[in-house]
């Protein structure tokens, strides 16, 4: 049983424009939610997080929104540059004493010049 | 430079035929983990370590062993590889738990075709 959907598996923008990548769960004891970026031939890299107790989070061009209520996570990329073309995946973090790392299925974003 | 290394970046095997791929990290981190990426479901953690001599079972466990006897190296097992443990293979650590768990460094990863 998936804890973590990315409903989108691909998404395309144009250079400049709103990139919105957008995850789904089911368990409420997450307490830790990520991004993380993967290049083809890469390993992830960490983008961007945000605690449960917060619905927002800013890091230059990208920002993260949580809605606890809905269960639901996004990832906006303003303004979207080519050079974001890679896959996303949204991870959380299960608060119990293992603190595992459960990702989503990922997000082939697109950015088009 | 900071960085987590895997050997080999591919490899292509035949059923049955034991392999080990390397793992290490040059941060000092406590945390390691083992992930497989399979199309259509996202990265699931294999196994984890949480310093030496300490593993457990991630997700998707079976088939696989590892060992952490050195902070630096957690090396992944395939004592009889079959072709469902076809898949891309991520080594990651991280500094420790709690929110430092958060910014794990990843591999470059691990092609792995069982045949």
């Known amino acids: 049983d998936q804890q973590v959907k990315q409903n989108s598996p691909s998404l395309s923008v144009q250079e400049g424009r709103i990139s919105i990548l957008n995850c789904d769960y089911t368990n409420s004891m997450f307490d830790y939610f990520l991004w993380y970026k993967k290049y083809p031939a890469e390993g992830p890299t960490f983008l961007i997080s945000?605690?449960?107790?917060?619905d927002k989070n800013e890091d230059g061009r990208f920002t993260v929104f949580l809605n606890k209520s809905a269960k639901h996570l996004s990832l906006h990329i303003v303004p979207s540059q080519p050079g974001d073309s890679a896959v996303y995946f949204c991870a959380l973090i299960d608060g119990g004493a293992t603190n595992k790392l459960i990702f989503g299925t990922g997000t082939l974003l697109a950015v088009q010049p | 430079e900071a960085q987590v290394t895997q050997n080999p970046r591919y490899l292509i095997t035949v059923t049955g035929k034991k392999l080990t791929v390397t793992c290490s990290q040059n941060m000092n981190h406590e945390y390691m983990s083992w992930y497989r990426q399979d199309p259509g479901l996202g990265l699931r953690q294999i196994y984890y370590?949480?310093?030496?001599?300490?593993?457990d079972k991630g997700d998707v466990p079976e088939g696989y062993k590892v060992s952490r006897k050195e902070k630096r190296n957690f090396p992944l097992i395939l004592e009889s590889p079959s072709p469902n443990q076809t898949s891309l293979y991520f080594c990651?650590?991280?500094?420790?738990?709690?929110?430092?768990?958060?910014?794990?460094?990843f591999g470059p990863g691990t092609r792995l075709t069982v045949l």
């Open positions: 370590s949480m310093n030496v001599e300490v593993t």
């Open positions: 945000i605690s449960s107790i917060k």
């Open positions: 990651a650590s991280s500094l420790g738990g709690g929110r430092s768990y958060n910014e794990q460094f």
